[in-house]
């Protein structure tokens, strides 16, 4: 088939990463061509502050050099303004009389500063702040000149400003307002931003009106509405930027503010024609920060593949000023009305602002000054609409503070010295992540998980990674998407995908894929893992498990050693034994020559170093003593831990091990998301650390605590009380009802604690304490699922089933 | 001097899957594409040695249990990021049976 030709007019970054995101999908679907009107390869243009500021140089913030263009077949105009779109002949015509053909077209012409219209603003000194261009003017004045105007005290006036003062200049900021930054700051922020930036010497003229750039060739001075007059040898426009439509709408695409365009980001006039970042409107809105682009950018790569699945729905910003040494955060209706509460925290003294808005327990928005490591949660709980209400009167003080569980994690990155480990399982450290982020130009987690490895295994460091891309890139950093999609074989998120398989019936992995249009034929360990357990938790009766979609511990129902043997835990139900039960597992032992045994956490005992053909012979003289599998290998039910309780202990509130045996004979084989562990301790004394598992249980005179959400792993999670009951049967039935109800709920690999802090201990009380008939109906679901689960792997294996896995091929050469 | 072996009927490989082969002198995994596509691969990983016939099979690649590296079953390399290499062998199917090339 003749490829078609793709055309993208400007090589900004949205349009480049629009081509990156589409090589990535359909490398050779297009004969692409690129006109840009700069003399450069793609350059990252957030970084233009830093430059100025020559914190950075110029080829620290290319992107794409030219040879990327050739490795990648794509012919690059540089230095060609387009003139014209001729939509009847699909043609382009650049100024220098270049013609290229187009079967589709993407116009991503970004946006030009806006210049007030004033006399005397075409005067020699006079720029604004967009490109390479206009850094090199500044860079240039600076060397001659000393006086600097700054007319707009924005985001962008104050960063050109603080380059300017860098430069050795003496700049003064015109705004017309009576405080900074009004479109991401509330006034105490900004007075508190202005205040800083008057110690380092820049000056302020607010409310002030200009009238007229005074001078004759070159600009001498700024005259304002009242009169008065400053000195300035350059003057740079700073007042916001306009959509630059010019182009399209010559071509008579129908523009408002910005081009305007559906939600496959392609023009609505002309649906060859896509139009991308900053030059586009899209439902009502121009963005002007680099996350949405680069969202828009992954859309409209989508449907430019053919794929067709993806549609941008708008996008929440956030934004930190990039002024080195001030901190400072800002997202979402930081102002609030009067639905809407406030939760302020101000010490002028050391500098420290921070303000949320909270309605009806959600946070709609953010400011932070001087310390703003909390943004990024701040920023994710808002898009997740998370329910703070459990810890809301700790909300302030930040996710650090709060006991975080392993995911999101959020540390003082910006203060790490480099050699500062961040990701403990790959012994990677912050100098190494922060250098593959600047050489090799990253911009996403994804990206830096290849290279570095920091965050690949258990993640736990996944949000300082976050952090750390975020300080070094800038705060505009290729965010994660507010929707993770499940896997790279998808556009689709967990949720969707559950939620899917119930309401279509969909009962096999191919009938997932096909039904959400999976871009690979067999999926990824990621994905059919996950799909494998979503269908099982779905069809318990039904569902024919997949043993090519499971870890290998699981299909080999023993943990895999770094060696390739396999370790074996029987299980001994609530940690209870006999001695009849130690001595077999020691004849078994002896037996099979067991190198090494050792005690688990969970109170069994783990024998290691048993080669893979051993296991079902192992597993045979196991089961003749009584024993099940301990699923010790599975994300499942693992263990109730529990100490000895009122039987004989002159604490003991209640009969703790008896309760614990019960536990485990309810849940034990069960699959779950992740690993799961009980604990019941028999009184508040809490000896068998019940307070740190996914269930825990505490006896008191009265009753039982129930207790959820706890992780003694990555990062160590407190328990929340879900409630509190009175007998044991309630306690079974509770137990039953939130199993099945994280087996529901929870996304694949997603351990009770971050759960339960992204959904909210209130949703989790809602249905498992709340409401008697839906706990009702979950714990019989869970019985339900429980009656395949308890058929004991072990045994089924030392009978034959699976025999191939087990069986190696011996050949006499 | 190298030889076709039979090694092992195809359908007793699983869908997706492995089978351990051993000689005398090393583990070989053999493994079975959905399309019945077989490929074989030495039993280590270039990383540390892992047991790549205990890993999760896609397309032509496989993930090794132990770290998660990504060896393309076709050419025995490591995907990008990751680097290294670990011997392929030539292997063939006939009449319902799989052959390999010692």
Known sequence: MLKENLVLIGNGMAGVRTLEELLKLAPDQYNITVFGEEPYGNYNRIMLSPVLASEKTIEQIMLNDESWYTDNGITLHKGKKVEEINRARREVIASDGTVAHYDRLIIATGSVPFMLPIPGVDKAGVIGFRDIKD???????????????????????????????????????????????????????AQMLQKSLEARGMKFLMQ???????????????????????????????????????????????????????????????????AIGECVQHRGTAYGLVAPLFEQAKVAANHLAKYGIARYQGTVTSTKLKV????????????????????????AASGTYKKIVLEGNQIKGAVLYGDTVDGSWYFQMMKDGTDVSAFRDS??????????????????????????????????CKGDIVKAITEKKLFTLDEVRAHTKASASCGSCTGLVESLLAHTVGGDYSATPKTKPLCKCTEHTHDDIRAGILQHSLKTMPAVREFFDWKTPDGCPACRNALNYYLLCAYPTEYQDDPQSRYINERAHGNIQKDGTYSVVPRMFGGMCTS???????????????????????????????????????????????????????????????????????????????????????????????????????????????????????????????????????????????????????????????????????????????????????KIKAAVVDDAAQRQALHARFLISQQPAQIDPWKARANGAEALEFTPITLAQ | MSQWIEVVELDKIPVLGSRLVKTREQNIAVFRGSDDQVYAIRDACPHKGGPLSQGIMHGTTVTCPLHNWKIDLTSGHALAPDEGCSNVFAVKVEGGKVYLQL
């Open chain 1, 135 to 189: 850094v090199d003017t500044m860079l240039e004045a600076s060397s001659k000149y000393k006086h600097a105007v700054v007319i707009g005290g924005g985001l962008l006036g104050l960063e050109a400003a603080n380059g300017l003062m860098k430069q050795g200049m003496q700049v003064s900021v015109v705004h017309l307002l009576d405080t900074l930054m009004e479109r991401q700051l509330d006034k105490p922020a």
């Open chain 1, 208 to 274: 002030a009106s200009t009238a007229e750039l005074l001078g004759d060739g070159r600009v001498t001075g700024v005259r304002f509405k009242d009169g008065s007059v400053v000195e300035a040898d350059l003057v740079v426009m700073a007042v916001g930027i306009k959509p630059n439509i010019a182009l399209g709408k010559a071509a008579g695409l129908y523009c408002e503010r910005g081009i305007v365009v559906n939600d496959t980001m392609q023009t609505i006039t002309d649906p060859k024609i896509y």
């Open chain 1, 324 to 347: 080195t040494g001030i901190e400072l955060f800002s997202a979402g209706d930081f102002i609030g009305n009067d639905k809407t509460e406030d939760i302020v925290f101000k010490d």
């Open chain 1, 580 to 762: 009849d039960q130690l001595r077999a597992i020691a004849d078994v032992a002896d037996k099979y020559q067991v190198p090494t045994m050792k005690v688990t956490g969970g109170q069994r005992i783990d024998m290691f170093g048993i080669q893979k053909e051993q296991l079902p012979a192992m597993w045979k003289d196991l089961s003749t003593a009584g024993f099940v599998s301990g699923h010790a290998y599975g994300k499942a039910m693992r263990t109730v831990k529990t100490c000895v309780g009122s039987e004989w202990c002159r604490f003991g509130t209640q009969d703790s091990t008896g309760l614990g045996v019960k536990l485990e004979e309810l849940t034990w084989g069960s699959w779950m998301p992740h690993k799961f562990k009980l604990a019941v301790s028999g009184c508040p004394r809490n000896c068998a650390e019940a307070t740190i598992k996914d269930i825990g249980v505490v006896c008191v005179d009265s009753g039982y605590e129930l207790h959820i959400g706890g992780n003694g792993g990555i990062k160590v999670r407190v328990t929340d009380l879900l409630c509190k009951v009175a007998t044991e049967a309630e306690v079974l039935e509770y137990t039953g009802a939130f199993c099945q109800f994280y087996r529901e709920d929870a996304h694949y690999l997603e351990r009770t604690a971050p759960w339960v802090e992204r959904v909210g201990l209130a």
């Open chain 1, 395 to 428: 909300l302030l003080f930040g996710q650090h503070h709060l006991g975080d569980s392993g995911h999101n994690p959020e540390t003082r990155v910006a203060s790490l010295p480099d050699s500062a480990e961040i990701c403990g399982c790959n012994g990677v």
